[in-house]
């Protein structure tokens, strides 16, 4: 009997540093159908403890059916809401269960500008 499987490439994703008043370029999670039968993906959702700050920018993922070696990609961008580590979790839900891809991002301090007038 064919018998679903799934893997993600890459298995984690690393953001680096962000500045707080602006987000990362999109980066690229591919999962591939890797077992004998095909994968339904129900949903592609963030969770943890800081999923605001991550989103999907595009996806041909959610709600496919990937026939055996076929992939899907999804694309993730970045916007730190506080200084600091920033982690959350992308998740594929399917009939194979659920595959995990861990996020970390920094949210870094924006530098400090002089725009106002200078005091004699």
Known sequence: MPTPAASANP???SFSSVQLDSQSLARKVTLSSTGSGPLVISSVTIGGAAAGDYWISSTTCSGAT???FATCNVYVMFAPSAIGTRNATLTFNHNAGSTNVS???????P???GGGPIEP
């Open 103 to 109: 996020m970390t991002g920094i949210g870094a301090r």
């Open 66 to 68: 990937l026939a055996p």
């Open 11 to 13: 298995a984690a994703l």
């Open 111 to 113: 530098p400090k500008g």
